[in-house]
């Protein structure tokens, strides 16, 4: 073989290595979806959550649906999360698992504070997102008339 042959065949090669080696990997380092993170917390009790009278005792993650969006209760920090409802499902799932002591159940209420009709049908959507975000990632609702 002349020497020219052995460099086409060295280049040939190291493209052929090259273009294996480009090729997209697999997503192992994609991270878990909200979903898939809140699928590991137990399925809740729905027999222990019915027997909750007072909210005063509730310690599960606390919802207050809103005409411009959803308020997420951190009674750990005593904090009110004002989300997007797009926002809601990754904010759960970033919660420790002693939020949920009750399993994967929130309580909801919707604030009764607006009578305007606007906002009512605003409240009505927003209720509806949520609900769907939340029954899509398997997390019961309980729903509490609102104060």
């Known amino acids: 073989m002349t ?11 190291m493209l052929v290595g090259a273009a294996c080696s480009t090729q997209p990997q697999p997503d192992a380092a994609k991270p878990p979806s909200p979903e898939a993170l ?5 399925a809740a009790d729905l027999a222990q959550v019915d027997r909750i009278h007072d ?4 310690r599960n993650p606390y919802l207050i649906v809103r005409p411009d969006g959803v308020v997420l209760l951190d009674a750990a920090d005593s904090a009110e999360i004002k989300l997007k409802p797009d926002e809601l499902l990754p904010a759960l799932a ?6 949920w002591p009750l399993g994967r159940v929130v309580a909801a209420t919707q604030d009764g504070a607006s009578a305007s009709e ?9 209720k509806g997102i949520v609900g769907g975000e939340l029954r899509g990632a398997q997390v019961a609702i309980k729903w509490v008339p609102s104060a």
């Not at 909210?55 to 509730?58: E, G």
């Open 55 to 58: 909210m005063k005792t509730w």
């Open 118 to 126: 606007r906002d009512g049908a605003a409240l009505r959507r927003i």
């Open 94 to 99: 970033a919660l420790p698992a002693s939020n």
């Open 38 to 42: 809140l699928q590991a917390i137990p």
């Open 3 to 13: 020497g020219k042959a052995l460099c086409i065949g060295a280049l040939s090669i």
